[in-house]
């Protein structure tokens, strides 16, 4: 590969591109008249965002059809399916905007845009009955917040469905409500000891609105706030956050300040491939944030077209703990937008997990996985067994809507077409141990 790489001097400044400026791109002459035609019919209905970073270090322009990163980033045409894809080709045709808008809206709504229950069951609420919609709290000690200011990444992941759905608000001010709301949720429920802040990507904000939001965690002394952890591709995806951003020091000296004050900050890093973590920007990246005294852990889905092979996840962990992160999990791909395109059936996941947990050392068997996210919880599937003859699959609770669920055995009928958890049957007919408090759980709110 003849990618461009990052000196030592350079200060890169962020461009980013939308699908209207990405045919000015002298790679894109590369892609053909065609395939930019289909990205376009694709980009109306799922997002598309790129940087220079990810176009200029990362892809492989001499063969992009077969790049794992150049996939990840730039939408492909089978993300939709046929029929989607038809209805909004010919909407584009018409070049009536509104009805343009309205088409890609209805294929939206089709694709499932708020999985496993985060619209009904996670939406927290104050003692005063205030809703807290910048909140999910799901697990008892993990608490989501969602700052208004990071709801945007600086590049999509092409399968990702959590985009902005608010901009333009007058940022310090919003800031400082919601972090009054999030520190006085925790003083209401001490059992949480977790705040992770996602979004989009928090690392999206400058340094000085970011600090508005730790200030107010740190200053509030809660005493059971052990945990500060920042859900984050900028590792991965703009590593120039931490090395010459003009925020880059003030953010590493906020980060210096969490752990001084005795809180541990966890990265939670989202690497999709080994290819994200070979540059020396992101060498160095990892290194300065490492040195504020933040853990790196690190994160991905498993996804057809971009990873789907147990020996790339096995170079990708090793050269995450020789750089000091700590493997953390392997998702299976949410059943929302482009999983027809990205899944993976859970028989197969299971597969390429232990292919390459079975190839690593020790101290990259931390991750666990293959993991869905689903309604009653983190489920992972921990293997394929007999139980008295029978052919099942052996699934776990990582984390439960009860606490009482996780680390419980369970098992499922063989099912080698299922790619989630409500596609998968009780071994030996009934249902799931957990259905029935589910129910209970959902009726409750
Ligand atoms: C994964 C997740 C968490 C964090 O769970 P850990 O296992 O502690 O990392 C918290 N909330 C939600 C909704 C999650 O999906």
Redesign the pocket.
Known sequence: MSLQEWEWGQRPRLSSYTLSNVRGLPQAAALGEDRLAEMDVVAHVLPFKANNYVVENLIDWSRPEADPMFVLTFPQRGMLSEANYAEMAAALETRDKKHIDETANAIRLRLNPHPAGQMEL?VPRLADGTMLHGM?H??R??C?FFPSQSQTCHAYCSFCFRWPQFVGMDGLKFAMRESEQLVQYLREHPEVT?V?FTGGDPMIMRAGVFATYVNALLEARIPTLRTIRIGTKALSYWPYKFLTDEDAGDMLDLFGRVTQAGVHLAIMAHFNHVTEMRTRACAEAIARVRATGAQIRTQSPLLAHINDDGDMWAAMWTEQVRRGCVP??MFVVRDTGAQHYFGVPLVRAHGIFTQAYRQVSGLARTVRGPSM?ATPG?VAVDGIVDVAGRRAMALRF??GRDPAWVGRPFYAEYDEAASWLDGLRPLGGGEFFFEARLREMRAAR
């Open positions: 996670n999910q799901k697990y000690e993990t989501l977790d992770l953390y999990y996210s983190k990582l984390q």
